[in-house]
């Protein structure tokens, strides 16, 4: 695994991801109940969340990439990001976090060093807590949120429909 990791960079995101960014959230919204989103975007429909997480401040895009096998370009692994959680002023101190890693990535430890990185470099921002909603059931990302200092706060019984089923929804609460 160490050799995994030594080839794997972690960056914030940028422009240039944008079309990367989007096939990986697209095959989530297609195959999954992960997200809520139940259409896929373009990368124009998903620019206005890119260009939300600038690379300072509260709300960040940390991308993970490695080397192609040609090495003339990168391929992205997956991506965290923080985003507000309520609209609302008292809540600028807390955030959501979520992290996407590409399935024929996963259990490389991926998932951990995006969310270090995020909680690194949200460290000199003014936040008190992250927060992470997790559709249920979803054992590897609970698993991973728990590995990282999240506590489980409560679940939301049935609150999204996708695929003609209901899907549970588990908060989960993380001290910064």
Do not use: C
Not at 108 to 132: K, N, P, Q, S, V
Request: hydrophobic share 35%; aromatic share 10%.
């Amino acid at each position: 695994m160490a050799s995994e990791h030594a080839k794997t960079q972690v960056r914030p995101g940028s422009e240039g991801d944008l079309t990367a960014l989007t096939d990986l959230y697209n095959q989530y919204v297609r195959e999954t109940a992960i997200t809520f989103d139940t259409t896929v975007l373009t990368p124009e429909e998903r620019r206005p969340w890119l260009l939300s997480h600038p690379v300072d401040g509260p709300y960040r895009l940390m991308v993970a990439t490695a080397a192609t096998a040609t090495g003339n370009s990168e391929r992205i692994l997956g991506y965290a990001t923080s985003s507000p959680f309520r609209a609302k002023p008292a809540y600028a101190t807390s955030v959501e976090t979520t992290v996407y890693v590409a399935p024929d990535a996963g259990g490389r430890g991926i998932g951990t060093l995006l969310y270090t990185a995020l909680f690194e470099a949200l460290a000199g921002e003014d936040l008190h807590r992250a927060y992470a909603g997790i559709a249920q059931p979803n054992e590897a990302s609970t698993r991973l949120h728990q590995r990282l200092g999240f506590r489980h706060t409560g679940t939301y019984r049935e609150v999204g429909r996708k695929f003609g089923r209901y899907w549970d929804v588990a908060w989960y609460e993380k001290e910064l």
